[in-house]
Every structure is written in C-alpha cells, then in structure tokens.
C-alpha cells in the first residue's frame, strides 16, 4: 500500500491513482477495512462519484453507498470536503468500487516555468524535470547533483521527492535565478557557481545525478564543442557517482556518439529514448549506471 501511495506522489505522468477496495464478487484491502473501521480519530466522511457515462447514476450511488456500508461501516457523505473520495470506475464491463488516491502531477505542473519569476528560453519544464529525477533512482534523503542546474527546475523537483538537490552551473546569472525560483517554489536546494567538467566533490560522494547538459541553440557552451563538453562531463559524473548509482541525462539526436562514450568510460546504458520538443529541438533521454 505504502508503495503504491509513494509511486502516486513522486510520479509526474499519472493522471489517475486509487485503490481497489471492491468489485461485485470480491472485496479487497482488508487491512483498510479494518483500520476504517477501528480508528475513531478518522472522520468518516465520504463523496461517492460515479465515472461510467453508461450507468443509471442514481441507482448506481445507492448500490455502491449500501456496498460501502457492508465493507467499511457506518459514515456520513460529504459532497465539499470528504476525507475520502471514492470512485465508481467501469473496467472491462465489470463495476469497481476504488478509493481515489492524491497524485503529484497536480502539484508538479504548479511549478511549471510559466509560474516562475526566472525561466529562460532553454528552461525544462516541470513535469520532465520530474521524470528525470525519478529516473536518476534518487531516494528520500540522498544527494541528488544537477552539474547543469540553469534555473534550477530538475533541483526543485528533486527536493520536493525527499532528496538532497546539489547544483553546479558556470553562469552566474543562472544561479541567482536558480535560487529566486526556488524560494518562489517553496523549495530549498543548494547551488554553487562551478564547472560540469570540474567538479569540486571527492569520488564516490554522489548518490545520483540528473541532468539537462546544453545543446540547443539558446544554450551557451564557452566555446566549447559539445562532444569534448559532454566527455569531460562524463567523467566526472562516473568518478564522482556512488558504485550502483545512477545518472539520467538528456542530449541532442546528431549526438548519438554519447552512449559510446559513457559505455568506454565504465557506464551501462539502462534506457534510452526520444521526446519532441518543437521542430528545433528534440531530446534523447538516456539513463546510465555506474557498476
């Protein structure tokens, strides 16, 4: 159950999470059952919503009221403000009784960069930011290195899963925006000026990295080339990275080379794919694990 909650809270593209409490021939989480009825400090309040256009809404609240009654006991309806919301779903023609859970993806697109006071052109948006600090593995309480913070976007989300967000970025512009942001968010991250190619942390001290390296044509580079940036990058993502850890990591397609060159360096590649942007921009999202 627990995992199931954390998977609905950190996840960025669920748009619907409950769970099972029922169907017409079976009755499922006993132990919620137990603990609604046991608990007196829980209000029992409940909203009854009915998500199958092809029923008799009515009789259909009735039933699943008098079907509640025998799983949970006694309780009041509250159409405003009920502790619990529970949900009539129609899957495969077969009626489920479910209890709709909160998911993150409301809270996340909050934080998207319309909303912020500091959002470059190149700024990712809130709901991929949150995709890639998942796919980095990163847990409650670790550290979670963004070498390419810009804004801070990647950092925000990754405080908001429970992690510890460490930023590095060469432009010191982008640092304050980082900070402003955050604050505007709610969140508490930790920034530095710094090189992605120079990183001021002993081997070993990160537990995973995410990340958005420059690539598209607002992106600045110091006149560097990106495939000796993105090398140099690399190895030091994999010196400083924890053994069994990961970095998730997005790139442009005409640098294709960059799975190679992690793979020569010691990386795994995990996962790969592509996400359009806009006709000028299209993004490859690898995921990588140190061995």
């Known amino acids: 159950l627990y995992i199931g909650l954390e998977i609905a809270r950190r ?74 919301d529970i949900n009539v779903l129609s ?45 980095s ?3 409650v309480g670790e550290i979670l290195l963004d070498p390419f913070c810009g804004s801070g976007s990647l950092l925000i989300e990754a405080c908001y899963v429970g992690a510890y967000p460490v930023g590095l970025e060469i432009h010191p512009k982008s640092i304050y925006g980082a900070i402003y942001n955050a604050q505007k968010c709610g969140a508490e991250i930790n920034v530095m000026v710094g090189d992605a190619t120079k990183m001021p942390f002993p081997d070993n001290a990160i537990d995973a990295i995410a990340t958005d390296p420059p690539y598209g ?32 990591m997005c790139y442009p397609p005409y640098l294709q080379k960059v799975p190679n060159i992690a793979s020569r360096i010691g990386f795994n590649e995990r996962f790969r794919s592509s996400m359009y942007v806009h006709r000028g921009l299209t993004r490859l999202i690898s995921v990588f694990f140190v061995p």
Do not use: C, W
């Open 11 to 84: 996840a960025a593209l669920i748009k619907y999470a409950g769970i099972l409490i029922s169907n017409r021939n079976s009755v499922s989480l006993q132990p919620f059952r137990i603990s609604f009825k046991s608990i007196s400090i829980v209000p029992r309040t409940i909203r009854v919503e009915i998500l199958d256009s092809n029923s008799d809404t009515v009789a259909q609240i009735r039933e699943t009221v008098t079907r509640l009654k025998e799983i949970l006991g006694p309780f009041f309806i509250n159409l405003q403000r009920p502790y619990f």
């Open 91 to 135: 899957i495969s023609g077969e009626k489920h009784i479910v209890l709709k859970i909160p998911i993150g993806r409301k809270s996340i697109l909050k934080r998207d960069p319309f909303f912020r006071p500091f959002a470059p052109p190149a700024t990712m948006d809130s709901v991929i930011s949150r995709v890639l600090v998942n796919l």
């Open 137 to 139: 593995r990163v847990n």
């Open 217 to 248: 044509r607002s992106a600045g580079t110091f006149k560097r080339t990106l495939i000796s940036l993105y090398t140099e990058f690399l190895k030091e993502a994999y010196r400083v990275l924890k053994p069994h850890s990961y970095l998730s």
